[in-house]
């Protein structure tokens, strides 16, 4: 191998270092910003993940790397798939940071549920609010087991039905219909109708 080619081969080795490096800082900026949203602490998320304390400490500061099967028990803890933690917004020049177009917005796709949400909100954001529309496929719903979280739910359901339940009361939302409740109370929906349901959902402070 001549000068060139070592070269070269150092610059690439680089490259690719740098790549792996700038993956693990996303992932545990990732990791931490999902983790404060839900105030909870490390010793919390290792306990509901199975995940030691030091690993998840690794991962958020980027100086590790989550093998697979850590980051499939973080995604079904958070609730959103494993690409989630690698996902960015797109970037446009010169755009104010509180703006976020069409083209931009993020995506969680909860295939399994029939469920799509696009967070609308901007990451700029302080997270005392975040704002998604919510995409339900018939016979898709947030799973079979009601759930709970801090602060508050509302939103307005836009196409379709809804069937949403609340501490342990059910309702049927069509379009046109709205719904406000603290998300400390167990709660699930599902999609009521044969046609797809749209729900403009707002959730303060923000969840994911």
Same mark, same amino acid.
């Given at each position: 191998?001549?000068?060139?080619?070592?070269?070269?081969?150092?610059?690439?080795?680089?490259?690719?270092?740098?790549?792996?490096?700038?993956?693990?800082?996303?992932?545990?900026?990732?990791?931490?910003?999902?983790?404060?949203?839900?105030?909870?602490?490390?010793?919390?998320?290792?306990?509901?993940?199975?995940?030691?304390?030091?690993?998840?400490? !690794?991962?958020?500061?980027?100086?590790?790397?989550?093998?697979?099967?850590?980051?499939?028990?973080?995604?079904?803890?958070?609730?959103?798939?494993?690409?989630?933690?690698?996902?960015?917004?797109?970037?446009?020049?010169?755009?104010?940071?509180?703006?976020?177009?069409?083209? !931009?917005?993020?995506?969680?796709?909860?295939?399994?549920?029939?469920?799509?949400? !696009?967070?609308?909100?901007?990451?700029?954001?302080?997270?005392?609010? !975040?704002?998604?529309?919510?995409?339900?496929?018939?016979?898709?719903?947030?799973?079979?087991?009601?759930?709970?979280?801090?602060?508050?739910?509302?939103?307005?359901?836009?196409?379709?039905?809804?069937?949403?339940?609340?501490?342990?009361?059910?309702?049927?939302?069509?379009?046109?219909?709205?719904?406000?409740?603290?998300?400390?109370?167990?709660?699930?929906?599902?999609?009521?109708?044969?046609?797809?349901?749209?729900?403009?959902?707002?959730?303060?402070?923000?969840?994911?």
């Amino acid at each position: 191998m001549d000068e060139y080619d070592r070269a070269g081969a150092l610059k690439r080795r680089r490259r690719v270092k740098g790549e792996a490096e700038s993956t693990q800082m996303k992932v545990g900026a990732r990791l931490r910003i999902s983790r404060r949203r839900r105030n909870w602490t490390l010793q919390e998320l290792a306990r509901l993940s199975g995940v030691s304390v030091s690993m998840l400490s !690794q991962i958020e500061c980027g100086v590790s790397t989550p093998s697979i099967k850590t980051l499939q028990r973080l995604s079904d803890v958070f609730g959103v798939p494993m690409s989630w933690f690698f996902s960015e917004p797109s970037a446009m020049a010169h755009e104010p940071r509180w703006i976020v177009r069409q083209e !931009q917005r993020r995506v969680l796709k909860l295939t399994t549920n029939g469920v799509t949400k !696009q967070l609308l909100s901007a990451e700029a954001g302080d997270g005392k609010i !975040q704002l998604m529309l919510v995409h339900i496929e018939p016979n898709g719903s947030s799973g079979d087991t009601a759930y709970t979280h801090a602060g508050y739910d509302a939103g307005t359901v836009l196409e379709g039905s809804l069937r949403l339940e609340v501490d342990g009361q059910a309702g049927v939302l069509c379009a046109g219909d709205s719904f406000e409740f603290s998300s400390a109370l167990p709660h699930r929906f599902e999609n009521a109708g044969s046609t797809r349901c749209v729900v403009l959902w707002a959730v303060a402070p923000a969840f994911y």
